[in-house]
Each structure stands twice: as C-alpha cells, then as structure tokens.
C-alpha cells in the first residue's frame, strides 16, 4: 500500500507529485470547483504546469481515494507563523462531492495538526455563500468567530468590476478539540 502521511476510513493523504496532473486538472479547471476560490478557473495547459509546481509543497495534502488510488481533493493546512496557528482549505473534484470525503480529509488534517504538529489552533475562512463550505466547517467541530462584511473579492461583475463578499472565520482550539476526543 502507498506510504501516506495520513489515514482516515476511506482515504489517504501524501504530498502532491507530478504523476497525479491529470487528476488534478480536473479540479483545476472546473469553474463550479473555483467559484469560491481565490483563483481563476485554470486553462487545462496550465493546470497541468500547476501540478508540476505543487509536487512536494508541503502546504497542500493530495487527497486520494484508498480503493481506486485516484486523487480527489486538495487540502491546504499552512502555518501562519501566528502563535501556532494553521489555517485549513479544501477543493475537490465535483464528482466526489457529497459523499463525506471533504469533511473526512478535513477531520484527519485537523487531528493530525493537533497530535503530530503541535498546533494550538486552526482558522477557516469561507464565504457567506458558500454553503457546502460552512456545513462541513460547522460538522468538523470548527466555531463561527465572526463575520467579515465585504471583505474581499475573487470574481467581478459584467462590468469588470470586483464583487466583495462576506467572510466567515472559523476557529477550533486544540484543547476544545481534545476536550471533544476525550482526550
Ligand atoms: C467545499 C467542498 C469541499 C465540500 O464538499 P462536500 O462533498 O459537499 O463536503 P462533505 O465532504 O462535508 O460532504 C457532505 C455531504 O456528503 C454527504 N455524505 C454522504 N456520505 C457521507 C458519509 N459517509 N459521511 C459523511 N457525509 C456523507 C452528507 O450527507 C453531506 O451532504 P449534505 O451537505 O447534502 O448534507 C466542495 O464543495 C468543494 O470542493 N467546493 C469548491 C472549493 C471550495 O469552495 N472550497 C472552500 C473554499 S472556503
């Protein structure tokens, strides 16, 4: 079996290499998946030069699915040199929503960050509209600190001009989530 860093029931989690392009363009390039995101839909010529760059940035988790070995999200969990705190982030091929998998890779990175990394606290910022977001934010235990009104924008309207959005920050402590594990 592939050496993951990490495990969960259905899923393995490793750092990107560049054999996992064609996987990872179907994420990229889908403009349902970058919606959200704070990218523009990638051209598939340059979803696959991005994979090539991703390779081994140990900010991001390819998220593969165990029976099939196919790669079905990104995770990315960067420390943010800020009083032990990483700050967590998902995308995932659209066919795959809607089965648990998000909130599963979620669940093992949270767990990991606070039993291997030492972490004291993880943040998540989704925007108010993005539903599927904050359900699985809510569902992994994550506390809503507050909403940002307009506070950034990653797409612009017919004339060009930016649409700002609302944000909310989210927020789990080590010891909440201990507290929770029984631990
Ligand atoms: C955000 C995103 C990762 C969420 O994906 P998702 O599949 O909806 O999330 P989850 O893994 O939590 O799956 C939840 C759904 O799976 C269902 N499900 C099915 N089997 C399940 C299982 N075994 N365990 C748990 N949930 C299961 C749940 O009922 C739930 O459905 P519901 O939301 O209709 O109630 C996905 O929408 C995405 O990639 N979006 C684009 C990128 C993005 O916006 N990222 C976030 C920026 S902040």
Do not use: H
Not at 77 to 95: H, L, P
Not at 148 to 170: C, R
């Amino acid at each position: 079996m592939e050496d993951f860093i990490i495990n969960t029931e259905r899923l393995g989690l490793r750092r990107f290499c560049r054999e996992d392009a064609e996987d990872f363009a179907e994420i990229l390039t889908d403009e349902v998946v970058s919606y959200f995101e704070p990218y523009d839909t990638y051209s598939r010529e340059d979803a696959l030069k991005e994979a090539e760059k991703i390779a081994g940035d140990e900010r991001f988790f390819a998220v593969v699915l165990r029976e099939s070995n196919k790669l079905i999200g990104k995770v990315y969990f960067e420390d943010q040199k800020f009083f032990g705190t990483y700050e967590i982030g998902y995308s995932f091929n659209r066919s795959f929503w809607g089965k648990g998998y998000a909130l599963e890779a979620a669940r093992g990175v949270i767990k990991y960050g606070f039993t291997e990394l030492n972490v004291r606290r993880i943040i998540a910022e989704a925007d108010v509209r993005n539903t599927r977001s904050l359900k699985l934010l809510d569902r992994a235990g994550m506390r809503r600190e507050g909403v940002y009104i307009k506070s950034a924008s990653f797409q612009k309207d017919e004339n060009g001009e930016p649409i700002y959005s609302d944000y909310v920050t989210f927020a789990i402590l080590r010891d909440e989530w201990q507290e929770r594990q029984g631990v």
